[in-house]
């Protein structure tokens, strides 16, 4: 209890300082964070076991880097990887080549290790059901790639949540910047389609977020992240939060082969987490995944989730060949 309420304390007197900069305030948070949960690990790993280094085993204990979470000290958040497939393949046949090219990937070649990885695949709407069929028993995860503003009624060409969870998906994902960029969607509704989501027992959602290139050259990264994230997130309630996977997409990164640094994908999940703290507190805010995705491949995937707050990748181009999929979901193990 005094590891949360001690450094939180500082953290609040911090946050209502005038001033200072939002980055030396997560800068001197970050360091009594660090310092103060080290210390008190430190102390109880030596009163309860002499060679109490071999007791860490999180992922952010296993690889320490100078980019440190301020909040992940304590917490092992399950690596979660997703493909994205868009609006491909063209056709059925393609899907189901695909699919049993990964299925065989995954049931033969799993270590434990890469058991504890959480995979996701979203094909599209009509590829769905041979996805769920063709992947069972993979440890494959089914996702839908959109859901309607509505759960029913005269609405053409709709697919609504309760559909797609009745048939066996397990995500959903909204707010992917093609949606918002072409397809006109606004926060609004995907605060509203998440709602819909959330009121099906059992479906996830991943929530897409990110700035556009001229955001980004505007230094506008964390009020756009920020806004997207308050108003994606309006009404949800801290228990649902445990659903919600995040994915920081930045929009000049996606299909562009420019991915994001690991430095600057770590920058964007921390202001994330920042808001996910503010608007939840920081120890549900801690156990939110969030996913970095743009031009990630096999070579890239490794570096970035080495950063300790990136979790997990949203993978496009990529996870649309089964080999370099699966070999980002090995890369993802730390
Ligand atoms: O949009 C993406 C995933 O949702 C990323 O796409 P790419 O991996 O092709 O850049």
């Not at 999180?58 to 958040?77: E, M, V």
Request: glycine share 8%; charged share 15%; proline share 4%.
């Amino acid at each position: 209890m005094a590891v949360e309420i001690i450094p939180g304390i500082f953290i609040l007197v911090l946050s209502k300082l005038e001033g200072i900069t939002q980055q030396k305030k997560r800068v001197t948070a970050s360091v009594i964070m660090n310092s103060f949960c080290t210390a008190v690990l430190l102390s109880i790993l030596l009163l309860v076991h002499p060679a109490g280094a071999f007791v860490l085993q999180g992922k952010n204990l296993q690889r320490p880097t100078d980019h440190q979470s301020s909040f992940a000290l304590f917490s092992a958040r399950r690596p979660v990887i997703a493909g994205n497939w868009k609006l491909n393949p063209k056709s059925i046949a393609e899907a189901s080549q695909l699919l049993k090219l990964l299925h065989a990937n995954f049931v033969n070649h799993r270590t434990p290790a890469q058991l504890d990885v959480e995979v996701v695949v979203f094909p599209p709407f009509p590829f769905l059901l041979e996805a769920l069929l063709v992947l069972q028993g993979s440890g494959i995860k089914v996702g839908a790639q959109n859901v309607a503003l509505q759960t029913s009624g005269a609405y053409t060409g709709e697919v609504s949540a309760p559909m797609v969870r009745s048939i066996g998906v397990d995500y959903v994902m909204l707010g992917h910047s093609e949606r918002r960029a072409i397809f006109g969607e606004s926060d609004a509704d995907i605060n509203k389609k998440l709602h819909l989501c959330l009121a099906e027992p059992g479906l996830g959602v991943i929530l897409c977020v990110g700035e556009t290139e001229d955001e980004y050259e505007s230094k506008l990264l964390a009020s756009v992240c920020d806004v997207q994230i308050r108003k994606g997130l309006k009404g949800v309630s801290i228990s649902d939060l445990s659903r919600i996977i995040i994915a920081y997409e930045p929009v000049w990164a996606i299909g562009t082969g420019k991915v994001a640094t690991p430095e600057q994908a770590q920058v964007a999940h921390t202001v994330i987490r920042n808001t996910l703290t503010d608007m939840y507190g920081y120890q549900a805010a801690d156990s939110v995944r969030i996913q970095y995705g743009g031009s990630v491949n096999p070579e890239n995937v490794d570096s970035l989730m080495s950063m300790p707050d990136v979790d997990g990748a949203l993978v496009g181009g990529a996870s649309l060949t089964a080999d370099a999929f699966t070999r980002i979901v090995d890369g993802a193990i730390h």
